[in-house]
């Protein structure tokens, strides 16, 4: 019933940029928080960045001063811009929406996922 699809990932050089961009839609009654995670070959699901429908924000410390995060709440999309990107940001990146559905009995509250897009750094 919810639907998030992410676009935007590649190839890019060292000190490159990026902007990946996460939609999601269907029958969202709240969209409470966004975010990225990335995963690594080899390595733990990290938090990269999260914001919520308010606007606070949230960075891992590798990518303070490099990513940006921000959102559309008309949209329900979140955005990453990665700047000065680093080979050591390869990674798959995932979107999630904290998403509430509203159903005439009750709500339901979940996250719900993308499928992920390769973020490659090299030269």
């Known amino acids: 019933q919810v639907q998030v699809v992410e676009s935007g990932g590649g190839l890019v050089q060292p000190g490159g940029s990026l902007r990946l961009a996460c939609a999601a839609s269907?029958?969202?009654?709240?969209?409470?928080?966004m975010g990225w995670y990335r995963q690594a070959p080899e390595k733990e699901r990290e938090l990269v960045a999260s914001i919520t429908a308010g606007g606070i924000i949230h960075y891992t410390d590798s990518v303070k001063g490099r990513f940006t995060i921000s959102r559309d709440n008309a949209k329900n999309t979140v955005y990453l811009q990665m700047n000065s990107l680093k080979p050591e940001d390869t990674a798959v990146y995932y979107c999630?929406?904290?998403?509430?559905?509203?159903?005439?009995?009750?709500?339901?509250?979940?996250?719900?996922w993308g499928q992920g897009t390769q973020v490659t750094v090299s030269s």
């Open positions: 999630y929406a904290d998403i509430v559905i509203s159903y005439s009995t009750r709500n339901s509250r979940r996250d719900y």
């Open positions: 269907g029958r969202i009654s709240v969209n409470n928080a």
